[in-house]
């Protein structure tokens, strides 16, 4: 038998960089926790289980723990989530990789310029539920709401660009899971730009994805 090995294989340079920081920090002595599961990988996990490292899922599980380092994995978090962890009184490290840091910067700006978000990707991925706590929120005077969200949309898929549908005045501003299929991203813009609206799109797909689905493209074809 021949096995024939991606020359990207393995953890990207995001994810490498987040676990790397949690032996660190474990190898270190502290007390450590991540914010989530920090890849999804078991035996990883249950290494750095072993070495006592917890995940914790909410603010409020971290509340009841002993002071520790709290690390944010590289799919990061929204901005209420990061608030609470930097006043939770723990020690906080954010991992979250930069290619996600960006999209997060992007919506921001784009939502506070009255774009309406979209966003390519898995609904309940970790990565995209942080993503949406970066768009703008309505502002509110006491009851009364005095600045309207331009809100979000997930689209998984090019069924659901086929039935996007907003008022034809709308701004768009468009964005990727950093994981999404590069080639069906390109698809989904297309759909939406042929609806009529005015769009501004941003391949936000990390370049080590990319480059693991050429591969596997070219590897399957052999």
């Known amino acids: 038998m021949v096995i024939k090995l991606a020359e990207s294989a393995g953890f990207c340079f995001g994810v490498k960089r987040a676990v790397d920081m949690v032996y660190n920090e474990a190898g270190s002595g502290n007390r450590v ?17 072993r070495q006592g490292v917890i995940a914790v899922n909410s603010p409020e599980e971290l509340k009841e723990l002993p002071a ?41 700006e784009q ?20 993503i949406i706590g970066w768009c703008a929120v309505p502002e509110q005077d006491g009851e009364e709401t005095i ?43 297309e759909i939406i730009a042929k609806k009529g609206y005015d769009i501004f799109a941003q391949n936000t797909i990390c370049d080590a994805t990319r480059k693991r689905q050429d591969e596997a493209y070219r590897l399957a074809r052999e």
């Open 33 to 49: 926790y991540t914010y989530g599961p920090i890849i999804h990988n078991e035996q990883l996990i249950e290494d750095l289980e």
């Open 68 to 108: 520790g380092t709290i690390i944010i994995r590289s799919h990061g978090v929204s901005e209420n989530i990061l608030n609470e962890l930097n006043a939770s009184g723990h020690k906080v490290i954010n991992a979250t990789c930069s290619c996600v840091q960006r999209i997060q910067r992007l919506v921001r």
């Open 111 to 130: 939502s506070n310029q009255g774009r309406h978000i979209i966003i390519a990707g898995k609904k309940t991925h970790p990565e995209i539920m942080g």
């Open 147 to 189: 600045k309207k969200s331009p809100g979000y949309t997930v689209i998984e898929d090019l069924s659901e660009a086929e039935g996007f549908n907003l008022p034809i005045d709308t701004k768009l501003f468009i964005v990727a899971q950093t994981t999404y299929n590069y080639n069906r991203f390109q698809e989904l813009v």
